[in-house]
């Protein structure tokens, strides 16, 4: 077996139907005694909810988290937090959201209790990003990386279904990069698989009926595994490509995950050949591709399938494939700038991979 390493993260867990109505709890656990909400200003209902739940260990809401975390909403936050005098932040809603807790959180040194409400699996790791004159800094730091998380599957009853494939495909991505991933190991393997698992049947079963609590769980609980394996490992080619894309060509991040995975996927699948069985495997196509299952999948859920469908123009393709190879990175199969080229020619049509 091939030597590895294994490091568990320290974060607490809560999942289950309704569990959120232990947040005041959990957030007592934490040491908490003035907790500061944030949300979304879509989301500011919920976080009002959140608020009367903490009752007493309640500070405020501050409501404009957005894409991408720019540095005037973490600034907001900050003010958000002198003025409360909070000692706590509670993140609920999708990657957005935890993504402005984790910003304040190295800015104010506080904890972070997170509630996600989408499936990108933000909540499980240490990443963070900040954007600041239109150029997004990302890094990994420990105090990040949220104590508490708690998974509550109602909470994604009303996440329109269009949202729910976008986040669930970008957790597949997740899962899929890990199990080929230089430091994985035999564990997050294991999670990786169940991951892409869980997700793909929850989704395929939430097109057939959006609020099956079900079907919601599955989905969330397959986000946990999927987050999880991001949060340990080291993340390659398709991660980096989206990032690129994201960032320098203003493409939502989530549907621009799932457009690309499958490519990526055909990319590198001579160097990953067992990780792309398990993937196949996991999506219940043994034997077939998974470039193409996961392409299948993401058709079948109504996913866009083209980068040029969500903005992406054809005279940046080659601006976007000489900025993927221009920085060295650790990939299974090497980076090659014609190669990369042939990628995103592919995804930006849309087409089937071979
Ligand atoms: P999001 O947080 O941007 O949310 C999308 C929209 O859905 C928002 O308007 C939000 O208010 C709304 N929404 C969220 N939950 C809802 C619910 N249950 N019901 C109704 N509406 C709901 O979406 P996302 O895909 O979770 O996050 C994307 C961001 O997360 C990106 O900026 C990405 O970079 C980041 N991200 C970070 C990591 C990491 O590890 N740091 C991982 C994945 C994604």
């Known amino acids: 077996m091939q030597e590895f390493v294994y490091a568990a993260q320290s974060v607490r867990v809560v999942f289950g139907v309704d569990v959120w109505s232990k947040l005041n709890t959990e957030a007592g656990l934490l040491g908490a005694e ?60 999708g990657g957005s959201t935890i993504g402005l807790a984790k910003a304040l959180a190295l800015e104010s040194g506080l904890p972070i209790l997170a509630v996600p409400t989408t499936y990108s699996g933000s909540e499980m790791t240490s990443i963070y990003g900040v954007t600041e004159g239109g150029v997004k800094k990302t890094g990994k730091d420990r105090r990040a990386l949220p104590r508490t998380v708690i998974y509550d599957p109602t909470l994604t009853l009303k996440l329109p279904f269009d949202i729910s494939v976008a986040s669930g495909m970008n957790a597949i991505a997740h899962a899929a990069e890990g199990l080929y991933a230089q430091d994985g190991n035999p564990v997050l393997a294991l999670m990786s698989e169940e991951g892409i698992r869980a997700m793909a049947s929850g989704l395929r079963q939430l097109k057939k009926q959006p609020d099956e609590l079900g079907a919601r769980s599955e989905s969330l609980y397959g986000a946990w595994l999927c987050g999880t394996v991001l949060g340990s490992t080291g993340m390659a080619l398709h991660h980096k490509l989206c990032h690129t894309l994201g960032g320098s060509f203003n493409l939502p991040h989530a549907q621009t995950h799932s457009i690309v995975l499958p490519h990526a996927m055909a990319y590198n699948a001579v160097s990953a050949e067992r990780a792309m069985q398990r993937i196949s495997n996991a999506l219940e196509r043994p034997g077939q591709p998974a470039a193409m299952a996961l392409y299948d999948l993401a058709q079948e859920l109504g996913a866009p399938l083209a980068l040029r469908d969500i903005g992406m123009r054809a005279a940046d393709i080659d601006r976007a494939a000489d900025m993927a190879a221009s920085k060295p990175y650790w990939n299974p199969r090497p980076v090659d700038r014609d190669g990369i080229r042939a990628l995103l020619q592919a995804a930006f049509e849309g087409i089937r991979p071979a």
């Not at 959140?50 to 405020?60: F, S, W």
């Open 34 to 93: 003035k907790a500061l909400v944030l949300c979304t200003p879509r989301q500011r209902t919920l976080a009002q909810r959140a608020l009367d739940a903490l009752a007493e260990r309640g500070a405020g809401i501050y409501d404009q988290a957005i894409m991408h975390v720019p540095t005037a909403a973490v600034q907001g936050a900050m003010a958000a937090v002198a003025r409360t005098a909070a000692d706590c932040i509670v993140a609920i809603g």
